[in-house]
T-cell receptor, first 114, second 120 residues
Framework: GESVGLHLPTLSVQEGDNSIINCAYS??????FIWYKQESGKGPQFIID?????DKRQGQRVTVLLNKTVKHLSLQIAATQPGDSAVYFC?????????????FGAGTQVVVTP | GAVVSQHPSRVICKSGTSVKIECRSL??????MFWYRQFPKQSLMLMAT?????????EQGVEKDKFLINHASLTLSTLTVTSAHPEDSSFYIC????????????????FGNGTRLTVT
């Protein structure tokens, strides 16, 4: 399944399948990107990050792809599990911001079905 | 490591009263902390950047006199919602950047578990 995270859409994925969550960003000055997972009633949890001098980074069951040409970021989750059900946010940091603050995208709700 | 604690987790207050929310970094020092606000089914919106020993920097449209921020030490920042109204009801989340990481700007922020504020 695939989803564009611009207005909190829902991505329904069957357990065991791969998930792809997309995020578009607009700031050309952004040089650092992070994916966070947020479960209901909790704060965001770090999943994986990528700097702008890379186009791919892999973690455990997760891969982040960055396409700076079209300002697009994606998160791939392999073998999606019920515990992956949550809202996923991409966040970006501008190279011009002295404090390193993060701006969040709209988010995507991932629902894992048995 | 890198735990951020927020207190309280939930608070209900009456309209016109003030509420203080604490954000603590438990096992690291944070010169810089950030306060976010999140409405249901929406994203996190940055409210302000809190810096230890100096005035907070507020995002456009955020009233500094309504949302008072005090970063009194390297492990504590507080957000006080003054004269709260029902429209201030929201989920407030803080985050902190670990001073130990030399390339701080290129490291992820650590988030607290948020404070659910309900103003009646």
């Amino acid at each position: 399944g695939e989803s564009v995270g611009l207005h909190l859409p829902t991505l329904s994925v069957q357990e065991g399948d791969n998930s792809i969550i997309n995020c578009a960003y607009s700031n050309s000055a952004s040089d650092y990107f992070i994916w966070y997972k947020q479960e209901s009633g909790k704060g965001p949890q770090f999943i994986i990050d990528i700097r702008s001098n890379m186009d791919k980074r892999q973690g455990q069951r997760v891969t982040v792809l960055l396409n700076k040409t079209v300002k697009h970021l994606s998160l791939q989750i392999a073998a999606t599990q019920p515990g992956d059900s949550a809202v996923y946010f991409c966040a970006e940091r501008s190279a011009t911001d002295s404090w390193g603050k993060l701006q969040f995208g709209a988010g995507t709700q991932v629902v894992v079905t048995p | 490591g890198a735990v951020v604690s927020q207190h309280p987790s939930r608070v209900i207050c009456k309209s016109g009263t003030s509420v203080k929310i604490e954000c603590r970094s438990l096992d690291f020092q944070a010169t810089t902390m950030f306060w976010y606000r999140q409405f249901p089914k929406q994203s996190l919106m940055l409210m302000a950047t809190s810096n230890e020993g100096s005035k907070a920097t507020y995002e456009q449209g955020v009233e500094k006199d309504k949302f008072l921020i005090n970063h009194a030490s390297l492990t504590l920042s507080t957000l006080t919602v003054t004269s709260a109204h029902p429209e201030d009801s929201s989920f407030y989340i803080c985050s902190a950047r670990d001073n130990r990481i030399s390339q701080g700007r290129g490291s992820p922020l650590h988030f607290g578990n948020g404070t659910r504020l309900t103003v009646t």
